[in-house]
């Protein structure tokens, strides 16, 4: 990361980096571990309220750096099963999505890693109004120490594949991931984080590189190149054989398996000739296929399907010795898909403009 200056954000910077800092002001080193702590610990958002840190340093603090905590705009619970859905305000204006879901085995909570989206999926409402910006690591980080404060129970498991492309901001989800597995701050394990990708090949190659354990989900949703490019725009850079062929490395690299996200469409990808399609793609590999019933509400509102079309065309898989599940659908009474909710947040504020 840059220098610090005024437009610091603090929360996206290492302890190292804190040292440094805090080494050029000439104060005693043990105070970047406090200000860490008072972030990343006791998850503060102002620097007033780090007490055991001098006056001085505090003004400091305030006059290089920011904490750039979330606004709650909105917050949504499921009738259905619990799901949490949050509507946040950032510090400049800009509106992102988190989801926290309840499973047998835990609370899951989904990130955003961009505002908005430029990948342009015709099924997925979060690319409606492109992308405006990416969002700092610590942003990521701080939905879950939002949410996390307001259920008051520690969230378990983290799945990056909310609003935006997360390769596409390799950087900050990076340094969001150390941060979070740091055992000074949340100390969450690797293993229990997946991050979700369209397909960036030069990403996908990256982060098997940057030996952290965790999972890689490919957002496949097709089982050829035609398909793939009708509904997947980003599948124009990045072929389907080029894809699938990374993530091959992917698994070679790192050991950890890769999970390929379907989300099933009617007439479009879920015909016996698809099925048959994915059965000789991952003929004799160790895939496994995620079902996910498509939610309307992307570009193209009439792209849906149902539990009973995934029941179907998982049946189907398995003729063809395919690993698959069906997504449990969440929050479907809340606008639970990707980018539902701050959508309809925008058409609001434009019909009141």
Request: proline fraction near 2%; hydrophobic fraction near 35%; charge should be neutral.
């Amino acid at each position: 990361m840059d220098g610090i200056s005024a437009n610091t954000d603090a929360g996206s910077l290492t302890l190292s980096e804190l040292k440094d800092y805090i080494k050029g002001l000439e104060e005693p080193s043990y105070r970047a571990a406090q200000i860490f702590s008072w972030i990343h610990e006791r998850r503060v958002t102002s620097f007033d309220e780090m007490t055991d840190i001098s006056k001085k340093l505090r003004e400091k603090l305030k006059e290089d750096c920011f904490i750039p905590f979330l606004e709650t705009e909105e917050r949504l619970i499921s009738k259905i099963d619990g799901t949490r859905k949050y509507l946040f305000k950032t510090r400049d204006g800009e509106y992102i999505e988190t989801v926290l879901m309840r499973y047998e085995y835990g609370v899951t909570i989904c990130v955003s890693t961009q505002v908005g989206c430029a990948m342009g999926c015709v099924f997925c409402a979060s690319g409606i109004d492109g992308r405006k910006r990416n969002l700092s690591a610590y942003e990521i980080l701080s939905q879950i120490y939002t949410v996390s404060c307001d259920i008051d129970e520690r969230i378990g498991h983290v799945v990056v594949m909310g609003m935006g492309e997360p390769l596409d901001n390799y950087d900050n989800v990076v340094r969001f991931i150390r941060l979070l597995t740091d055992e000074r701050g949340y100390n969450l394990s690797a293993r229990n984080i997946t991050v979700s990708t369209c397909g960036i090949v030069p990403g996908i190659k990256k982060l098997s590189e940057e030996g952290i354990p965790l999972t890689l989900a490919l957002s496949l949703h097709a089982s050829d190149q035609a398909t793939r490019e009708k509904i997947m725009p980003v599948a124009k850079r990045y072929g389907l054989d080029e894809v699938l062929k990374e993530c091959d490395e992917y698994f070679k690299k790192t050991g950890r398996r890769v999970t390929y996200e379907y989300a099933l469409i009617d007439s479009v990808n879920d015909t016996d000739e698809h099925a048959r399609a994915l059965g000789a793609l991952f003929k004799g590999k160790d895939a496994h296929i995620n079902i996910i019933p498509v939610n309307p509400g992307g570009r193209d509102e009439n792209f849906k399907s149902s539990r009973k079309a995934a029941l179907e065309f998982k049946k189907k898989l398995e003729k063809y010795k395919i690993n698959a599940t069906i997504r449990r659908e969440t929050g479907r009474d809340i606008n639970g898909a990707c980018g539902q909710l701050r959508s309809r947040h925008n058409k609001e504020q434009q019909q009141l403009s």
